[in-house]
T-cell receptor, first 114, second 113 residues
C-alpha cells in the first residue's frame, strides 16, 4: 500500500491564481481530512469527509473548497489564492468514526502564495 | 472536544526514558486520549491512544490518571530519531465527525546525545 499520497510536494502561486491540491489513499478509508500548518503552530482542520459524497467544514474553511466523488480521492481547491494561504497542507485518512482508528497523514504540500 | 495543555519543550538524554505530560482536566467520559508526533517537515504520526487503562505498544506507553484529568506518554529509551513535536489530543468517540483531531502546539522533545 502506498498509504496517503499528496501532489504536488511544492507549489508557488501568484495572488488570485487557483489550483487543486491532490490527495489519494489506497486503504479504503471512509474518513479523509485536510489540515494546514503555519510556521510554529499546530495543525488546523480545513475540511473533512466521512464518506464519498459527504463533506463538512472544519476550523478554517474560508477560501477552500472540497468534494469527495470517490472513496480514494479528496482534492482541496483554492479558488483565488491569497498570501494568507501560504502554509503546509496535510491530508489524512482513517477508518470511520468511533473508538480507535488512528489517522494516517500524507507527506504534505508546501504552498507559497506571492 | 476537551482542551489539552502541554509544556512547550523538553530535553531528554539519549537512552533515557522521556516522560511527556499532558493535562486534560475537562475531558469527558466518551473522549479518548491520543498521542501523535511530528518529526520536522513530515506529516504527523500516530503513537498510541487510550481511554481509562494504561496502554503500551512497540513505540510507547501511555499512563492515564485515575480521574482521567492528565496523562503521560513514556518513550522508554529515547533515541535521536525521537526528536519531534509531540501532540496530546482528546477526541470524542460518539456523535458526528468523531475522527476530527484538534491539534494544539504540542511539546518539542529534543533528545540530546
Amino acid at each position: 500500500n502506498a498509504g496517503v499520497t499528496q501532489t504536488p510536494k511544492f507549489q508557488v502561486l501568484k495572488t488570485g491564481q487557483s489550483m487543486t491540491l491532490q490527495c489519494a489513499q489506497d486503504m479504503n478509508h471512509e474518513y479523509m481530512s485536510w489540515y494546514r500548518q503555519d510556521p510554529g503552530m499546530g495543525l488546523r482542520l480545513i475540511h473533512y469527509s466521512v464518506g464519498a459524497g459527504i463533506t463538512d467544514q472544519g476550523e478554517v474553511p474560508n477560501g477552500y473548497n472540497v468534494s469527495r466523488s470517490t472513496t480514494e480521492d479528496f482534492p482541496l481547491r483554492l479558488l483565488s489564492a491569497a498570501p494568507s494561504q501560504t502554509s503546509v497542507y496535510f491530508c489524512a485518512s482513517s477508518q470511520s468514526g468511533g473508538r480507535g482508528g488512528e489517522q494516517y497523514f500524507g507527506p504534505g504540500t508546501r504552498l507559497t502564495v506571492t | 472536544d476537551a482542551k489539552t495543555t502541554q509544556p512547550t519543550s523538553m530535553d531528554c538524554a539519549e537512552g533515557r526514558a522521556a516522560n511527556l505530560p499532558c493535562n486534560h482536566s475537562t475531558i469527558s467520559g466518551n473522549e479518548y486520549v491520543y498521542w501523535y508526533r511530528q518529526i520536522h517537515s513530515q506529516g504527523p504520526q500516530y503513537i498510541i491512544h487510550g481511554l481509562k487503562n494504561n496502554e503500551t505498544n512497540e513505540m510507547a506507553s501511555l499512563i492515564i490518571t485515575e480521574d482521567r484529568k492528565s496523562s503521560t506518554l513514556i518513550l522508554p529509551h529515547a533515541t535521536l530519531r525521537d526528536t519531534a513535536v509531540y501532540y496530546c489530543i482528546v477526541r470524542r468517540t460518539r456523535g458526528g465527525a468523531t475522527n476530527k483531531l484538534i491539534f494544539g502546539t504540542g511539546t518539542l522533545l529534543a533528545v540530546q546525545p
